[in-house]
């Protein structure tokens, strides 16, 4: 359970690095309420990160209560040569392949060419949306797509991650997530098509 908000830890976390240096100095004093304020502000970063890779719930919160311990054993190691949430989900994506690793934990979607059709069209996945709970919808169909791309897509447009941000995060080539997100986008356009087509026929 995280503690209430304190308006002058939050003013902090809202602001500039040089105020994000002060947050870290004061967690490695050991100042756990501070820390809970930093779980409270990206716990839903790590959850993202970590439960693309791990689709089953329990997994994915074990996961990401390891991820807390590394963060909090580990802030002293950040260097401020990157942002504070590109580090942390760069914890959260390695504990989770790890885990993956070390409990031979496959993913059902290897393949990640993907097994249906993809049709070329102009409309555009948000114009699509706007007839759904765009928000819960979005998320159940990036959950479907092969583990690469619904963790680019997560980053990039749920988290608002740069291209550079996502290399730093997950080790991955620039031009291969950007070919990602370009395969990612088609196919998610084409599902959305594909249930819209379902529901109003069906």
């Excluded at 950040?78 to 409990?103: C, G, P, R």
């Excluded at 980053?155 to 608002?160: F, M, T």
Aim: with cysteine; aromatic share 10%; charged share 30%.
């Amino acid at each position: 359970m995280f503690l209430q908000p304190n308006k002058k830890i939050d003013c902090l976390f809202d602001s500039i690095k040089m105020e994000e240096k002060e947050i870290i100095d004061l967690i490695i004093k050991g100042d756990i309420k501070v820390f809970s304020f930093l779980v409270d502000k990206y716990q839903n970063l790590i959850f993202n990160v970590v439960k693309r890779i791990l689709p089953d719930q329990m997994d994915a919160e074990d996961v990401c209560q390891e991820v807390f311990v590394k963060i909090y054993k580990g802030i002293g190691t950040f260097k401020n040569k990157s942002k504070l949430s590109t580090w942390i989900a760069k914890i959260a994506y390695f504990t989770a392949l790890n885990y993956v690793k070390k409990n031979k934990k496959s993913d059902t979607h290897e393949d990640l060419e993907g097994t249906m059709m993809i049709k070329e069209d102009t409309a555009e996945p948000d114009e699509l949306l706007v007839k759904k709970n765009t928000a819960e919808y979005l998320n159940k169909l990036i959950a479907s797509l092969p583990e690469q791309y619904r963790l680019i897509l997560t980053l990039y447009h749920l988290e608002e991650f740069s291209i550079q941000e996502i290399h730093d995060t997950t080790g991955i080539a620039k031009g291969t997530i950007k070919n990602y997100l370009f395969r990612a986008r088609k196919m998610l356009k084409d599902k959305i098509k594909y249930y819209l087509k379902d529901e109003y026929e069906g």
